[in-house]
């Protein structure tokens, strides 16, 4: 029976945002724990992909520019410890490509993943697309270091702690550029739609409930309060100041800071 309403349940979803056109871009890394303590095997599993979400469409990613992590101030390059790996989407035809590692968790504190993928050439847009992601682990215990900066281009600091957080609570960010606050800068909010057993994905009554959309103040700092367990991406646009050619020709660059966290129930 769960096979069936899982088949039935994706068909549905694919069906209701075939016919939508809110198609968000989120770089993404997800972790296979936000949180490791003393009794786990403290080896992580990272992800990284570049995606649309809600509406669980995946984009091919090439091996990217930049992957690292931060911990106690230090910046660790984990570049090469990437391995390609493939995907399939309930809406795909073909595989796609993504990136994961393992990393081995050897001292306590808060360790930041953070990844500058390649420009993404996005002809529906005619621009490049530059999504700068970070997500946050906490490890044995010692919780330090989460709304350290790791000095990208452009990045959301998290102000509220990015781990140990209950569905329902509130997550408070600032958007960064060039390390000044963006005022009033536009953020995109989207729920990672899938689940290890591929039950409790969300159906979208309409095209708004795809991506949720909130303002920052003149500090550049916003807050969600995130309705469902799971994965959440925050996303904040801008254009950067340079550009890329393509066919000969200059083109624009949106660069995104992008944040990933995740809640759970309270039982």
């Known amino acids: 029976m769960k096979g069936i309403a899982c088949k039935l349940l994706l068909a549905a979803l694919v069906l209701s945002l075939s016919l ?6 989120f770089g993404t890394i997800v972790v296979s724990d936000d949180i490791v303590s003393q009794k786990d095997n ?3 599993a990272v992800e990284v992909k570049f995606i649309h979400p809600m509406e ?3 984009m091919e990613m090439v091996k990217p520019e ?3 992590v931060l911990h106690k101030g230090e910046i660790t390059d984990l570049l090469n410890t990437l391995k390609e790996a493939k995907g399939k989407s309930p809406d795909q035809a073909e595989e796609y490509t993504f990136w994961k590692t393992d990393f081995q968790i050897k001292r306590p504190g808060d360790y930041t993943f953070f990844v500058q993928p390649q420009p993404y050439w996005e002809p529906a847009e005619d621009l490049f697309i530059v999504h700068y992601t970070k997500v946050c682990v906490n490890a044995l215990g010692l919780e330090e270091g989460w709304d350290d900066p790791v000095g990208l281009e452009t990045e959301i600091i ?12 509130l997550f408070t960010g600032q958007v960064l550029l060039n390390g000044k606050p963006v ?3 536009e953020v995109e909010v989207e729920y990672l739609n899938e689940s290890p057993d591929n039950i409790s994905v969300v159906i979208p009554p309409a095209d708004p409930y795809v991506t949720q959309v909130v ?3 003149a500090n550049g700092i916003f807050s969600y309060a995130m309705p469902k367990a799971g994965w959440w991406g925050f996303s904040a646009l801008n254009e950067a100041s340079w550009t890329l050619k393509h066919d000969g020709q ?3 660059v949106e660069i995104g800071a992008v944040y990933w966290v995740k809640t759970r129930d309270m039982r």
């Open 56 to 58: 669980l469409h995946y």
């Open 42 to 44: 403290k080896k992580v």
């Open 66 to 68: 930049r992957f690292g």
């Open 183 to 185: 005022p009033h800068a």
């Open 20 to 25: 939508s056109q809110a198609e968000a871009h």
């Open 215 to 217: 303002k920052a103040d």
């Open 158 to 169: 998290p102000l509220t702690r990015p781990y140990g957080l209950w569905t329902g609570n």
């Open 250 to 252: 200059e083109k624009g």
